[in-house]
């Protein structure tokens, strides 16, 4: 291919022309990820905004059930239970005798010292 000459200096050949095409590609590129940069920037944000209106959402969810939570506030109604026979399982029945001394006085003394 033959250069062309414009004001002077060579405008296009073959390797100017490659030079030309690469240098276009890298300009596309760098505004396609300014592009991208943007749109991750505008999810970040829309994603920090939901995050901070389910947590305003879930703080007063929980206000408003903490008074119905209160375990002071809470009336309590007694009931009585009764085992079942089959519930019930004994380990061990013993029986403890401490001699002691009975003076005139009324006084214990263990009889074993």
Do not use: N
Request: cysteine-free; hydrophobic content about 45%.
């Amino acid at each position: 291919m033959a250069a062309v000459r414009a004001f002077g200096r060579k405008a296009l050949s073959s390797s100017t022309l490659g030079k030309a095409t690469t240098a276009a590609r890298g300009v596309g590129r760098t505004m396609k990820e300014s592009q991208d940069i943007e749109r991750a920037r505008q999810t970040l944000a829309a994603a920090e905004q939901q995050k901070a209106e389910l947590e305003a959402q879930a703080q007063a969810d929980i206000d408003a059930l903490g008074g119905a939570l209160d375990p002071l506030v809470e009336t309590l109604e007694p009931m009585r239970l009764k085992p079942k026979r089959t519930g019930v399982t004994v380990h061990l029945v013993a029986l403890a005798w401490v001699p002691v001394w009975k003076d005139a006085e009324g006084r214990l003394t263990p009889a074993y010292r």
